[in-house]
């Protein structure tokens, strides 16, 4: 498994923007398709992003496309989740997720994933 560590989060006004870091070590990050997810108090947790290994192909929930652009750079084995135009409604924890095995029927299931990382809270000021 690889391990992965959230950046970014943080506080924000509505509308606001902010952009969520999610390092990953231990394996050869280009062999993992990458997801983003979150979790609201009380919630389970939802599919918000995924890219694919070879970072061109990309899919979003519906609540967040076109405000969230999920992106890769593997010289740094970093994902990242730009999140614009924020509403109080994405407040959660927000957590990547590495998929090594290639489980596209199951990408938007955290079932699609092996590894995750320890979350990064964002919060939506009204």
């Known amino acids: 498994q690889v391990q992965l560590a959230e950046s970014g989060g943080g506080l924000v006004q509505a509308g606001g923007s902010l952009r969520l870091s999610c390092t990953a070590s231990?394996?050869?990050?280009?062999?993992?398709?990458m997801g983003w997810f979150r979790q609201a108090p009380g919630k389970e947790r939802e599919f918000v992003a995924r890219?694919?290994?070879?970072?061109?192909?990309?899919y979003y929930s519906d609540s967040v496309k076109g405000r969230f652009t999920i992106s890769r750079d593997s010289a740094e084995n970093t994902a990242y989740l730009q999140m614009n135009s924020l509403k109080p409604e994405d407040t959660a924890v927000y957590y990547c997720?590495?998929?090594?095995?290639?489980?596209?029927?199951?990408?938007?299931?955290?079932?699609?994933?092996?590894?995750w990382g320890q979350g990064a809270q964002v919060t939506v000021s009204s």
């Open positions: 890219i694919q290994w070879g970072g061109f192909v990309t």
């Open positions: 231990g394996r050869t990050f280009n062999n993992y398709h």
């Open positions: 997720a590495a998929d090594s095995r290639g489980r596209f029927s199951l990408y938007r299931s955290i079932a699609g994933y092996d590894s």
